[in-house]
């Protein structure tokens, strides 16, 4: 019996690492495709956040909790009787109450309505001095009056320029509280804005995140796919025996 040498075997061998180089080769270009994808969706994610950003920009103004302090300065600088005074504060305590319960009900606008809850509380802080201020003021002309009609002129002018003065650095004093709650106002509306900014951009780069994970994944198992193929022992040849 003679074993007959086959003339196929070598052909077989050449034609399975052909294969097998084929499909490493398919393998690589699939990773680095990969690779690719992910700059692509990482530029995809920035234009996405500019997109939302300009998109923010765009919207509906915010709740405007800022204006509240604001108001309440302004219905105080306005104020020349005790009783103004009191209206003023009371206004300051009743959207101070308000904002207290949108603390709870609006966290993405958070740091306005601290600040403008800061600001509302010192305005029924500056209410009460106010009233005191303007008590003395009212003491302080009655004396003036007492004076002139004594005929003590001189006394009378004396009082008249020191509550001329008192008046005028209140005056200066309740402006920059005005000064003061809008620039408080700015801040805040800028620090929101900067954190919505920020958490839309993380969301585009957590989806574009994902999506690079799902492309790695993929690609992976890929690879393990090509190497269990490659690794299959190749069927052996037939080998005709003649006896």
Do not use: W
């Not at 306005?78 to 009191?86: F, H, I, L, P």
């Amino acid at each position: 019996m003679a074993v007959q040498p086959i003339a196929g075997v070598g052909r077989e061998e050449q034609a399975e690492e052909s294969g097998y180089s084929s499909l490493l080769a398919q393998s690589m270009k699939k990773q680095e495709e990969s690779r690719a994808s992910l700059t692509e969706m990482i530029q995809d994610a920035k234009e996405k956040a500019d997109a939302q950003r300009e998109k923010f920009k765009l919207a509906k103004t915010s709740p405007r909790y800022g204006d509240a302090p604001l108001e309440a300065y302004a219905r105080l600088n306005r104020a020349r009787t005790v009783s103004q005074v009191s209206a003023a504060a009371g206004y300051a305590r009743r959207r101070l109450i308000q904002l207290q319960s949108a603390q709870r009900t609006d966290p993405d606008h958070a740091d306005q309505i601290k600040a403008a809850v800061s600001q509302l509380k010192k305005a029924v802080g500056r209410a009460n001095k106010k009233k005191q201020a303007i008590t003395r003021e009212q003491l302080a002309l009655a004396r003036q009056k007492r004076m002139a009609r004594e005929n003590k002129r001189r006394e009378a002018q004396r009082i008249k320029q020191q509550l001329r003065r008192a008046q005028s650095m209140r005056a200066i004093q309740e402006s920059g509280y005005l000064r003061e709650a809008d620039i408080a106002n700015r801040q805040a509306d800028q620090l929101t804005a900067t954190k919505m900014e920020l958490k839309a951009q993380a969301e585009q780069l957590g989806a574009a995140a994902q999506k690079s994970l799902d492309a790695a994944v993929q690609g992976y198992s890929s690879v393990v796919e090509t190497a269990a193929a490659v690794s299959e022992p190749a069927p052996a040849p037939q080998v005709d025996v003649q006896a």
